[in-house]
């Protein structure tokens, strides 16, 4: 831990302090989305604890079972329209009409929460729930909230291959523009106070885990608020254990309503 940089930007009771210069760069996980009442991929309550889970979110389950995968992806549609945004992402879409080109979400989660919050300035590096894309050839990515009966895999009109969720599985690449944005951002405000922050995350899943050190790199001061020890936990700065619907809020300046 750097004190030197806690005690330049944190005021005596430990809150954020974003000053007239301050860039802000948000990495959220699933955390952020559970007070909402979705779940977690890992920790407590989280979807993994059933190994089901890890084969039906890759290609090779994918392959191996379309429908199966598609009643699984059908089942979280319906769940996450059902949601409603939290005091936390509603206090990241506060903070980013303050900072304006100075904010930048980059969101792991594909629920769509973020945008429905009202963040615009948002990089959903893993995909998302409500989209549909092609298995088979490059047929762009269309928006799609259907639920889909059992049984049932919808086809690709250009190539007849089985259309998939807009998300990224597990050795699948992420769209390289994404990280490039996130260094542009870097690099851009890197002579100011830059600050990263990292919510309902636990640091498991790469590139997203490095981030906090891409950062670092570039001279931010980083901040975790996550309601576990996340893997990646002894590489920030400042760490506030709870709830991010609460800590968010407070941190950034907007009491939960
Ligand atoms: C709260 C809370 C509250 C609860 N308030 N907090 C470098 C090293 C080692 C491995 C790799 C590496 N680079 C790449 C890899 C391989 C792999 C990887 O990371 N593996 C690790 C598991 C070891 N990465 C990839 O394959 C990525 N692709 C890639 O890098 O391509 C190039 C490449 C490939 C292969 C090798 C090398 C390079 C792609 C990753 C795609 C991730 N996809 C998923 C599924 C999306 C689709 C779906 O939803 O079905 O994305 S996996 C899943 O995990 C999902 C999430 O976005 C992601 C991260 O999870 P997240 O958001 O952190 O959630 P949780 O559940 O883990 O944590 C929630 C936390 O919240 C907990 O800590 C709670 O305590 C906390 N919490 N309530 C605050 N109220
Ligand atoms: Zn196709």
Same mark, same amino acid.
């Given at each position: 831990m750097?004190d030197?940089?806690?005690?330049?930007?944190?005021s005596a009771?430990g809150?954020l302090?974003?000053?007239p210069?301050?860039?802000?760069?948000?990495?959220t996980?699933?955390?952020v989305?559970?007070?909402?009442?979705?779940?977690?991929?890992?920790?407590?309550?989280?979807?993994w604890?059933?190994?089901?889970f890890e084969r039906l979110?890759?290609?090779?389950?994918?392959q191996?079972d379309?429908?199966?995968?598609w009643r699984f992806?059908?089942?979280?549609?319906?769940a996450?329209?059902?949601?409603?945004?939290n005091?936390?992402?509603?206090?990241?879409?506060d903070?980013e009409?303050?900072l304006?080109?100075?904010?930048?979400?980059?969101?792991?989660?594909?629920?769509?929460?973020?945008?429905r919050?009202g963040?615009e300035r948002?990089i959903?590096?893993?995909?998302?729930?409500?989209?549909t894309?092609?298995?088979?050839?490059n047929?762009?990515?269309?928006?799609?909230?259907?639920a889909? =009966?059992?049984g049932?895999?919808?086809?690709? !009109?250009?190539? &007849?291959? @089985?259309? $998939?969720?807009?998300? #990224?599985?597990? %050795?699948?690449?992420?769209?390289?523009?994404?990280?490039?944005?996130?260094?542009?951002?870097?690099?851009?405000?890197?002579g100011?106070?830059l600050v990263f922050?990292?919510?309902?995350?636990?640091?498991?899943?790469?590139?997203?885990?490095?981030?906090?050190?891409?950062?670092?790199?570039?001279? =931010?001061e980083?901040?975790?608020?996550?309601? !576990?020890?996340? &893997?990646? @936990?002894g $590489?920030?700065?400042? #760490?506030r254990? %709870?709830?991010?619907?609460?800590l968010?809020?407070?941190?950034?300046?907007r009491?939960?309503s």
């Open positions: 750097d030197c940089v806690a005690r330049a930007t944190s009771d809150e302090e974003l000053g210069d301050a860039a802000l760069l948000v990495l996980g699933a955390g989305s559970a007070e909402s009442g979705l779940p977690t991929y890992r920790g407590s309550g989280g979807l604890r059933s190994h089901a979110a890759s290609p090779e389950g994918f191996a379309p429908a199966l995968v992806y059908s089942e979280r549609r319906d996450a329209l059902k949601a409603r945004p005091a936390g992402h509603r206090a990241l879409a903070v009409r303050r304006g080109e100075r904010f930048l979400l980059v969101t792991q989660n594909v629920d769509g929460l973020h945008r919050a963040s948002l959903e590096i893993h995909g998302r729930l409500l989209g894309r092609c298995s088979g050839c047929r762009p990515e269309s928006p799609d909230e259907t889909y =009966a059992e049932e895999v919808p086809r690709c !009109e250009q190539c &007849d291959s @089985a259309l $998939r969720p807009a998300v #990224v599985w597990f %050795g699948e690449a992420l769209d390289p523009a994404h990280l490039e944005a996130v260094d542009d951002f870097l690099d851009r405000w890197r100011g106070q922050l990292a919510a309902g995350t636990s640091g498991a899943v790469w590139p997203a885990a490095g981030l906090v050190d891409l950062a670092r790199s570039r001279g =931010a980083t901040w975790l608020v996550n309601a !576990e020890r996340a &893997d990646n @936990a $590489r920030f700065h400042h #760490v254990r %709870g709830p991010s619907g609460t968010l809020p407070e941190l950034l300046g009491r939960p």
